[in-house]
């Protein structure tokens, strides 16, 4: 999005809005299988009773739907087949999610269905061969011969990243077992996203992006998309649960589709876990922002403005007591926001012992500050009581 207005302005003005296609190759289509011939994300499909919108993924040329599916946190495959046959055509796993059965899922509820599908998932390994075996398992496991994209999995700085894990991506792309590689991000992506340009060796990135963000974020994608890099968003309802007011009177779906219409991204990896869930969020593709949605999206932002961290990095202070306070607010909103107790639970207890351990009751005062109004320590010590 090109306008200047910064996020704050954004509750008082109410407005600010991605411009539908500008920049993109954005057209709301309805789709037949026909009218994408030559298209393998299409092949094969019926006539599709929802109205799709197509991008496409910066160089790679794949072609995708503006919605696609974040399959994390889906434990039915009927879910993941029924989105196929809607027409999604992203689908987004890692082989860390839900122990590794998420991918085994996916890989079932996609079978017979692969060509007609762009399929990404991601590896924490953090060494070439561990990524390599890792990379062999998740193609058994989806049970294909290629990833479509294939991510280093929630990196916030460019010293995560280290060469032989680009040596494990470029490998990997010569054996044809990833057509393109990439980095999935959460935090930090103002200093990532630009890194990753410069360096000219990764196709996609998949960033935590929504309309509560800094627009300093927002530059990075523009700039990004600029230079040719596929954006896949996530993290796009600003950790919003379809349990609140405002989401049952369409928060939610306004929220999808301001990413969904943003000019720089080429898809969005909504996580869906029931039919309920994927047919709501299939009509972000069908209309484009109207004045109510905008006057949701303000009401939302001040809901969310105390307990909603955009993991931007951008605390002031750190945690006397060593906490990675942006990851552990990412794991309260697993609990929180999507209703995923035991995910947010389990990301927890893989920190360190003494991160474990720690407690804000033990702090005077927290030497953490958020500029953009999160209740840091009341969220810390709630996140200690759910999972600690
Ligand atoms: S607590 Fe605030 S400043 Fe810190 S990462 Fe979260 S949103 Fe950013
Ligand atoms: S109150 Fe909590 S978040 Fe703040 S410094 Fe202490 S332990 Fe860290």
């Known amino acids: 999005m090109k306008s200047k207005t910064s996020r704050r302005d954004f509750l008082s003005a109410g407005l600010i809005l991605p411009v539908v296609g500008a920049g993109s190759s954005l057209g709301i289509l309805n789709l037949s299988a026909q009218s994408h011939a030559g298209n393998a994300a299409s092949a094969g499909r019926e006539s599709s009773p929802v109205k799709l919108s197509y991008k496409t993924l910066g160089k790679t040329g794949l072609k995708v739907t503006s919605v696609g599916m974040g399959c994390m946190i889906t434990s039915d495959p009927s879910v993941v087949t029924r989105a196929v046959d809607l027409g999604i ?10 122990n590794g059965n998420n991918e085994r899922m996916v890989g079932a509820a996609l079978a017979g269905k692969r060509k007609q599908v ?7 390994a953090r060494d070439k061969a561990r990524q390599l075996a890792e990379l062999d398992t998740s193609l058994s496991e ?12 929630g990196k916030s700085s460019p010293d995560d990243i280290h060469d032989d894990m680009i040596e494990a991506l470029q490998l990997a792309k010569q054996q044809g077992k990833a057509r393109f590689v990439g980095v999935s991000t959460h935090s930090n992506q103002q200093q990532l996203i630009p890194w990753m340009v410069q360096k000219g060796v990764f196709d996609v990135v998949l960033s935590a992006f929504n309309f509560s963000m ?11 998309a600029k230079a040719g890099m596929g954006v896949v968003a ?10 609140q007011k405002l989401a049952q009177q369409g928060a939610m779906l306004a929220a999808l589709k301001w990413v969904a219409n943003h000019p720089s991204v080429a898809t969005t990896v909504p996580s869906m876990t029931d039919m309920d869930q994927l047919d709501e969020n299939v009509k972000a593709m069908a209309s484009p922002l109207s004045a109510d949605d905008h006057k949701l999206l303000a009401a939302h932002l001040e809901l969310i403005q105390p307990l909603y961290c955009r993991m931007c990095g ?10 990675p306070v942006a990851d552990v ?22 920190l360190t012992s003494e991160q474990i351990s720690a407690r804000c009751g033990d702090c005077v005062e927290c030497t953490v500050k958020c500029p953009f109004g999160v209740h840091v320590s009341r969220r810390m010590a709630r996140a200690q009581e759910l999972f600690a």
């Open 314 to 323: 951008k605390c002031e202070g750190t945690c006397a007591q060593g906490l």
């Open 329 to 350: 607010l990412r794991f309260l909103t697993y609990a929180d926001g999507y209703g995923e107790f035991a995910l947010g639970r389990e990301r927890f207890l893989q």
């Open 234 to 243: 996530m993290k796009v309802m600003a950790g919003g649960s379809r349990n």
């Open 142 to 153: 989806l049970k294909t011969d290629y990833i479509d994209v294939w991510y280093l999995h």
């Open 89 to 98: 055509t992203y689908f987004d796993t890692a082989r860390s999610y839900q």
């Open 118 to 124: 762009v399929l990404s998932t991601k590896t924490e």
């Open 214 to 224: 800094d627009p300093a974020v927002e530059q990075a994608i523009d700039a990004a």
